[in-house]
């Protein structure tokens, strides 16, 4: 018999996607949010991420080291955490990959889809593929818990908690007849 019951888990799942290297497959749900990110070095030798609406001025003042990024962030069930998570996307093939998908009529919006992303590599040798799986209905256990959280994505700009917003419970967004059982 082991010392801890098989129900503990001691591992922790973060809120935020990040991509290892292997496979990640992930489901989208609701709208992307796109903004512009710069990192900024702290005091501690630390870095805080510093972000700007599309249509808002940036001050060279404000510019990291690596300069501006478009991001596009969006909440997705990754299945391989079995949880909910912000996914914040700035590399470019990536981008690329989800936005010929959604605009293939065979794919249309990349919601009704499952995407699978790979990593392999390092550093600036790191490259991503992207594969979408064949439309189907989102599994249930993925709807359940994206109706189960109150995320809002804009409280990013504001370096925010999106996941603990005051607002009430959103509207279901998921049609229930698009459910697999």
Known sequence: MSFFPKEIKVESTSRYTKLDKGTTRI?????????????????????????????????????????????????????????????????????????????????????????????????????????ADPKEKAPKEAVDAYENENIELEMLLLNGDPFNHPNEKKPQTVNKDDLEF
């Open 27 to 131: 489901r989208m749900f609701g709208k992307p949010f796109f903004y512009y990110e710069t990192w900024l070095e702290k005091d501690d030798g630390g870095r805080t991420p510093k972000r700007f609406a599309l249509n808002e001025q940036i001050p060279t003042s404000e510019l990291g080291p690596d300069g501006v990024k478009q991001v596009m962030s969006i909440v997705i069930y990754n299945y391989n955490e079995s949880a909910i998570q912000i996914f914040s996307i700035s590399q470019k093939t990536i981008l690329k990959a989800i936005k010929n998908y959604s605009e293939n009529s065979k794919y249309g919006d990349p919601t009704g889809y499952d995407i699978n992303i790979t990593k392999e590599g390092e550093g600036k040798q790191t490259r991503y593929t992207v594969i």
